[in-house]
């Protein structure tokens, strides 16, 4: 462990004396004269493990649900006969007689089939057998979560772990370059959700953010998805919208020898390149000692490398409103030419040494590059111009060619050990991730030749306001009208660790007639995010700097005429020297520490078919943030350092009343707390002066926490084989919503002209309904049986309240929460037979606050427009244990269009064409 991570110890010392003192009371407490019952619950075909699966006592009402390694116990059960009872959807319930004798374990294990007269796989592979796992998960859960397996993932054509998720209710993504990046849940921005590995808190590799880009996590090396939309006063409170799990491969998730490998290729449209992919993953069970299957070891590996690109033309706001007809003052055409590596490892260990221990070490390792070459022809009118215009212009083209590295690392040592009385439950985690971006062309730049074009200007025109389209003279795209004017060079280096230690402790008690549980724990978690920018410019260049000694091939563009491409590594061997760019090397750089210790406590009871679950969750943070500040004018340079402190008390209240096996209700109220992203928190500020006025830019560490206040209520039927009907309402209440605005001329900055900062402002509000239905249409004859329908929508309204400062009043206008589409849904239609799984599937999701480029003038707010992404996957069993697959993505060609003010006015529109993929898996159970 590195030296940034020891004083995780150091300063939970306390935290350590009181973890040792509660597990030497927990060993020391009396045994009582009661027995124990352990059993597991697993498919009869093949071995699986079935999580979720309900088990009970029928005499005395408890209720007890198998973990994910099939496992489910009772403690303190009264010596006696009993009846056991599973229930699984998907599968024959069984009931089974036992005998509880003193101080001794009764051993029930239980192996269920399918549905009688159903397809006999129903519950081990394919696309019923993944949402029966799922939907098991979700109705067993003491909470709100909504879950997916490896066996659904592996039916869609997803890339990654952030389109695997997409599916789910409540779910979309924000994609990049036509790929799943990050994740919203429930309308909450990827910043205000968390994301865990294996249980364990996962740091995000961007420098300005805290969301974690899940594109980085191939989907190979995944079990299973599991989001939580209400949180319980044991899990980290850090998630306004929901907390995302993602669980890699367990030796124990299957009995025995399990492995798969998958070979694939892929053909991107746009491009025309091939891609591959490889994949790989395996399992075993093995006996230590005089235990039998004790040990089990589990790994995976994936790489895959596409080549892909994209083709745009975009404005970024720069119209002119003002008058009655919007003008254009400024756009680019962009081609990208794109290369991403994406590459996974997870190893995880499992031992029980005894009957009553288990230990793990579970650990996932992630790496994804991304090479990007962005080729710009950049223009800007001398006059805002309206479609048709023909006006002299400025022209510049530009080359960025960068090289961006994103890795994540999660490792976990842990265990449970049960006790006569009490369960407990340790864990030492490490998590870190990084972006690492070396030396790389940030911009280079081409001007117009004076000595070719006389007034250094080109008249143009553009068409279509939308998808906006160019004419220029042939000049324009010669390669001879331009030359070499300046090169900016740039690295970036991001690293953001954490070290965590947990301690919890549960205990099944009796009150009165009724089965309750009590669990308390404390855990203390340190975090520290550095990031370091360098930046230096070349200006000065020997030789003849013609674009014609720079360019290469003519630019494949599918929205019209483009011009020659650009060779970088040309531009690298004509840079002779290079200055730092001391000011923008300056304020970009931040160290920021956040230290959490918390506890909590929480009880449990059944009354009847009530199950009540409440408690209440503490947490202390402390905050050190350490920058720079830069004045241009007198270019000196100064250290900023802030220190703070926040605690917060976190009760919440679960409800889930069962109607009867197939239909509950739901109700929760929780509350959780967010810090503010790390560009909002950096400490880095600018000082400049432009024509005698001062302006300013920074970011304000002294930013307070976004705390939330989260109601849902919901009803859940689940009327039969991957079947479900749900919905669900929810409420958030959210106060200390983060913006920027500007404060320049108000008290404390009377000085400046312009202060962008961000602020703290009043209580936002979101507010939504979460439908979900799926049905296998078993009832119908052969081979209609295997037909599968899936629907889901969600529907959300919020709004927060930013300002800014007119002649010295406060001037307040209502926005939706950016990132929130007001409705998103997914529908799929799928089939499947002994040999056969074919799946069509399409994701919608409405327009959505993207940015506010003026906190004062709604006209500049920037919005995603509506995308609807159709997807199809088919499956051909060649045999029980070779797999043949065929996918396509994007198949209706859908653009990324962003705009302001109205939909016809771009922002930015990005076409990507469709993917196709055609590979072989290789199986064994």
């Known amino acids: 462990m590195n030296k940034k991570s020891n004083h995780l110890f150091k300063k939970g010392s306390l935290f350590k004396k009181s973890c040792l003192a509660l597990v030497i009371a927990g060993m020391s407490l009396p045994a009582f004269a009661d027995g124990r019952i352990e059993g597991q619950v697993s498919a009869t075909e093949k071995g699986i493990a079935l999580e979720g699966a309900k088990v009970r006592i029928k005499e005395l009402k408890r209720e007890a649900t198998s973990q994910r390694d099939g496992r489910f116990i009772f403690v303190d059960v009264k010596p006696g006969e009993y009846t056991l009872e599973t229930s699984y959807i998907g599968a024959d319930n069984i009931s089974r007689r036992i005998t509880v004798t003193d101080l001794k374990t009764t051993r029930a294990n239980f192996q269920l089939q399918g549905v009688s007269g159903l397809v006999e796989n129903v519950i081990v592979i394919g696309q019923a057998a993944g949402m029966n796992k799922a939907l098991n998960k979700q109705r067993s859960a003491d909470n709100i979560i909504t879950s997916v397996s490896a066996d659904a993932i592996g039916q869609f054509p997803d890339t990654n772990v952030s389109e695997s998720l997409q599916r789910l209710p409540g779910l979309s993504i924000e994609r990049d370059q036509g790929e799943g990046r990050y994740v919203r849940v429930r309308g909450m921005s990827p910043d205000y959700n968390a994301v865990t590995i294996n249980g364990v808190g996962v740091p995000g590799p961007d420098a300005d953010r805290r969301a974690v880009a899940l594109d980085v996590i191939p989907s190979d090396l995944l079990e299973n998805l599991t989001v939580t939309k209400s949180l319980t006063p044991d899990m980290d409170a850090n998630s306004l919208g929901g907390s995302i799990d993602v669980q890699s491969l367990s030796a124990f998730d299957r009995d025995g020898f399990f492995y798969q490998f998958t070979a694939e290729g892929s053909f991107d449209e746009n491009t025309e390149e091939y891609s591959p992919k490889l994949a790989a993953t395996a399992s075993n069970q093995f006996s230590l000692g005089n235990s039998e299957k004790n040990l089990g070891v589990a790994f995976g590996v994936s790489s895959f490398k596409r080549e892909f690109g994209s083709d745009n033309v975009e404005t970024g706001g720069a119209w002119d409103f003002d008058e009655d007809e919007a003008r254009l003052e400024e756009m680019e055409q962009r081609d990208y030419r794109i290369t991403r590596e994406r590459s996974g490892l997870t190893f995880n260990l499992d031992y029980k040494p005894t009957e009553d221990t288990d230990l793990y070490w579970r650990n996932l390792y992630s790496e994804y590059t991304d090479a990007e070459i962005r080729l710009a022809n950049v223009i800007e009118f001398d006059e805002a111009a309206s479609a048709g215009d023909t006006l002299v212009a400025e022209v510049q083209r530009e080359l960025k060619d960068r090289t961006e590295t994103q890795k994540i690392l999660s490792s976990a040592l842990g265990g449970q050990t049960r006790l006569d009385k009490w369960i407990v439950d340790y864990r030492v985690a490490y998590s870190e991730s990084s972006e690492d971006e070396p030396q790389n062309i940030a911009g280079a730049v081409f001007t117009i030749d004076d000595d070719v074009i006389a007034d250094e200007v080109f008249e143009l025109a553009f068409n279509n306001t939308k998808k906006i389209g160019l004419s220029a003279p042939a000049e324009y795209y010669q390669a001879s009208s331009y030359k070499l004017d300046e090169v900016e060079l740039g690295s970036t280096n991001t690293n953001d660790d954490s070290a965590a230690v947990n301690v919890d402790f549960t205990r099944e008690l009796e009150l009165g007639v009724n089965p309750a549980q009590l669990k308390f724990g404390a855990k203390h978690q340190t975090r520290n995010k550095e990031n370091d920018i360098n930046l230096w410019v070349a200006e000065d260049f020997a030789g003849d700097t013609s674009l014609t000694n720079f360019s290469g091939a003519a630019v494949d563009y599918t929205l019209g005429q483009f011009g020659p491409s650009i060779d970088s590594r040309a531009v690298k061997n004509a ?63 100064t250290a900023q350092q802030f220190e703070n402190s926040d605690d917060y008390f976190l009760p919440a209240l679960h409800i889930r009343y069962s109607i009867d096996d197939k239909t509950q209700v739901r109700a929760a109220w929780t509350n959780s707390v967010v810090r503010p992203g790390f560009a909002q928190l950096s400490p880095g500020r600018l000082i400049e002066e432009d024509d005698g006025d001062i302006e300013a830019e920074f970011g304000n560490p002294e930013l307070k926490s976004l705390e939330a206040s989260n109601i849902d209520l919901g009803i859940e039927h689940y009327p039969g084989v991957a079947s479900v009907i749900s919905a669900f309402i929810f409420y958030k209440e959210i106060e200390n919503f983060a913006y920027q605005t500007d404060l320049g001329g108000t008290a404390g900055y009377e000085q400046f002209n312009k202060a962008l900062t961000f602020v703290n402002g009043a209580t936002a509000e979101l507010t939504g309904i979460e439908l979900a239905a799926s049905k296998q249409f078993t009832q119908l004859p052969a081979p209609w049986d295997g037909l599968l329908i899936g629907a889901n929508a969600t529907l959300v309204d919020s709004t927060a309240e930013i300002g800014g400062y007119e002649d010295g009043d406060f001037v307040a206008r209502d926005i939706p929460l950016p990132s929130q589409s007001d409705r998103s849904a997914n529908l799929m239609l799928g089939y499947e037979s002994d040999r056969i799984s074919m799946r069509v599937s399409a994701n919608y999701k409405s327009n959505y606050l993207l940015e506010v480029l003026e906190p004062m003038d709604a006209n500049y707010d920037t919005y995603v427009d509506d995308q609807v992404q159709l997807d199809f996957s088919l499956r051909y069993f060649l045999t029980d244990s070779i797999k043949l697959h065929f996918e396509a993505l994007n198949l209706t060609d859908e653009v990324y269009y962003s705009y302001v003010n109205k939909p016809q006015y771009n922002a930015q529109y990005e076409r990507y064409g469709a993917t196709y993929k055609l590979g072989v898996t290789f199986m064994q159970f």
């Not at 059944?606 to 004045?631: C, H, M, P, Q």
């Open 575 to 637: 840079i002779n020297d290079a200055e730092v760019d001391a000011e923008e090397s300056a304020i970009g750089d931040y160290d920021i520490s956040e230290d959490t210790s918390a506890a909590y406590l929480m009880g449990r009871i059944d009354i009847n078919a009530w199950r009540l679950l409440t408690g209440v969750r503490y947490e202390k943070t402390d905050f050190s943030a350490s920058g720079f500040s830069f004045n241009a004018e007198s270019e000196t340079e």
